[in-house]
Nanobody, 126 residues
């Protein structure tokens, strides 16, 4: 059974940094894409970043580009999200997502992902 376990969330002041981790397990074939979504209170889920397994291409939402960096340890099936220069509007529950289907996909669409983690809360506040 596929499992995605996030960690690293918490409370941080504006301008601060956090690093999220996601440990993926339970799949026998290589995943096709792995990434992060977030959902703030009263808002719909938003794609944050995605890493393509085939060539390591990494995609970012415009709202986080230049501040967030996604990376992965392929051997350990772990993906990270380094978040710098955090803003109050980054406050949300962050979800690790994984896609097994090997076909073209719109990385910003939540329905494209087959598995979701339980989420980790990130709060940016002074």
């Amino acid at each position: 059974q596929v499992q995605l376990v996030e960690s690293g969330g918490g409370l941080v002041q504006p301008g601060g940094s956090l690093r999220l981790s996601c440990a993926a397990s339970g799949f026998t074939l290589d995943y096709y894409a792995i990434g992060w979504f977030r959902q703030a209170p009263g808002k719909k889920r938003e794609g944050v970043s995605c890493i393509s397994s085939s060539d390591g291409s990494t995609y970012y939402a415009a709202s986080v580009k230049g501040r967030f960096t996604a990376s992965r340890d392929k051997a350990e099936n772990t993906v990270y999200l380094q978040m710098n220069s955090l803003k109050p509007e980054d406050t949300a529950v962050y979800y690790c997502v994984l896609r097994l289907r090997r076909s073209w996909y719109n990385w910003l669409a939540d329905y494209e992902y087959d598995y979701w983690g339980q989420g980790t809360q990130v709060t940016v506040s002074s």
